[in-house]
């Protein structure tokens, strides 16, 4: 029977995930995006070239909620020659920005989504990982710059993504025996629709962050996307417990810190 190469990406029909759902397309035979909300995807999907759409499947699935995830799990291994290469966890998001508007509701939920999350998701999958032939298999956990370092508000969002990178190594760690591989990646600001309340609220906020990007300018959603691509890739084999931030250089440093000594006009 031929192998089906499966991905499987959560938060899958968002921005970010739809387009690590098109680059990794380019190596995996089926892409399944488990999401909350699939309609939103619908015409973005359509509007893929047919050799990609052809290859995604959508699930409605809550990813905070362990037994929708393993019906998730069933679903997808019953596929005719399933085969699990490749799990993104994508889904996350946040509205508090923070601790003086923080509840402890918003706390758990924010910690739910943004971490507690991706563990109920690898412990979903991670036999079906095990298990798998495949000679290259590996977990992605999306986390954000938020994750390193912690100057841009959102804290239980920052506290979950910094807890994600840590997690990621805990895998890296006792999963590497099995040939599973385990790697971050670490977006700074993304256009995306994650960004839609704060635009709402103050529609110069892109061209207001860009002077903290030393590139001067955000990150695109294919910039993010291709460095999934290569983690999950033949050609990061030997990568294993990494966070690789996507950042522009954003959490290198901060340059208008430099620029206030007023000691260098090349800063
Ligand atoms: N956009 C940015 O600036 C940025 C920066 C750093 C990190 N990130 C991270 O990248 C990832 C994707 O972000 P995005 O900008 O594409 O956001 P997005 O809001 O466009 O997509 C997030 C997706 O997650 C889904 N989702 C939310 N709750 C869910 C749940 N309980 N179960 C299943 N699906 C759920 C949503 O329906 C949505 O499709 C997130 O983890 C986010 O934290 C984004």
């Given at each position: 029977?031929?192998?089906?190469?499966?991905?499987?990406?959560?938060?899958?029909?968002?921005?970010?995930?739809?387009?690590?759902?098109?680059?990794?397309?380019?190596?995996?035979?089926?892409?399944?995006?488990?999401?909350?909300?699939?309609?939103?995807?619908?015409?973005?999907?359509?509007?893929?070239?047919?050799?990609?759409?052809?290859?995604?499947?959508?699930?409605?699935?809550?990813?905070?909620?362990?037994?929708?995830?393993?019906?998730?799990?069933?679903?997808i291994?019953?596929?005719?020659?399933?085969?699990?290469?490749?799990?993104?966890?994508?889904?996350?998001?946040?509205?508090?920005?923070?601790?003086?508007?923080?509840?402890?509701?918003?706390?758990?939920?924010?910690?739910?989504?943004?971490?507690?999350?991706?563990?109920?998701?690898?412990?979903?999958?991670?036999?079906?990982?095990?298990?798998?032939?495949?000679?290259?298999?590996?977990?992605?956990?999306?986390?954000?710059?938020?994750?390193?370092?912690g100057?841009?508000?959102?804290?239980?969002?920052?506290?979950?993504?910094?807890?994600?990178?840590?997690?990621?190594?805990t895998?890296?760690?006792?999963?590497?025996?099995?040939?599973?591989?385990?790697?971050?990646?670490?977006?700074?600001?993304?256009?995306?629709?994650?960004?839609?309340?704060?635009?709402?609220?103050?529609?110069?906020?892109?061209e207001?962050?860009?002077?903290?990007?030393?590139?001067?300018?955000?990150?695109?959603?294919?910039?993010?996307?291709s460095?999934?691509?290569?983690?999950?890739?033949?050609?990061a084999?030997?990568?294993?417990g990494?966070?690789?931030?996507?950042?522009?250089?954003?959490?290198?440093?901060?340059?208008?810190?430099?620029?206030?000594?007023g000691?260098?006009?090349?800063?």
């Amino acid at each position: 029977m031929d192998r089906l190469s499966i991905a499987v990406i959560t938060g899958g029909t968002g921005d970010i995930g739809l387009a690590i759902a098109r680059h990794l397309a380019r190596t995996h035979s089926e892409i399944v995006l488990l999401d909350i909300d699939l309609d939103k995807s619908r015409q973005s999907v359509l509007n893929f070239p047919p050799e990609i759409s052809k290859k995604i499947t959508g699930i409605t699935c809550d990813v905070t909620d362990p037994s929708a995830l393993s019906q998730a799990v069933d679903t997808i291994l019953s596929m005719k020659g399933a085969s699990l290469k490749t799990l993104v966890n994508n889904a996350g998001g946040t509205r508090v920005a923070s601790l003086h508007e923080m509840t402890p509701s918003a706390w758990k939920a924010e910690i739910s989504l943004n971490l507690d999350a991706a563990y109920f998701c690898f412990n979903a999958f991670a036999d079906a990982l095990k298990q798998s032939p495949e000679p290259c298999k590996s977990v992605i956990n999306i986390s954000s710059a938020n994750g390193i370092l912690g100057t841009f508000g959102n804290p239980a969002y920052s506290t979950a993504k910094a807890g994600l990178i840590h997690f990621t190594r805990t895998i890296a760690l006792e999963y590497g025996k099995y040939g599973i591989r385990a790697n971050v990646v670490a977006p700074g600001t993304v256009m995306t629709d994650a960004w839609k309340v704060k635009m709402e609220s103050n529609p110069n906020v892109f061209e207001n962050l860009k002077k903290w990007y030393p590139l001067g300018r955000l990150v695109e959603v294919d910039e993010v996307a291709s460095v999934v691509a290569f983690l999950a890739s033949e050609h990061a084999t030997g990568i294993n417990g990494v966070c690789l931030p996507v950042d522009g250089g954003l959490t290198a440093g901060m340059p208008p810190v430099a620029r206030s000594f007023g000691v260098s006009e090349h800063l």
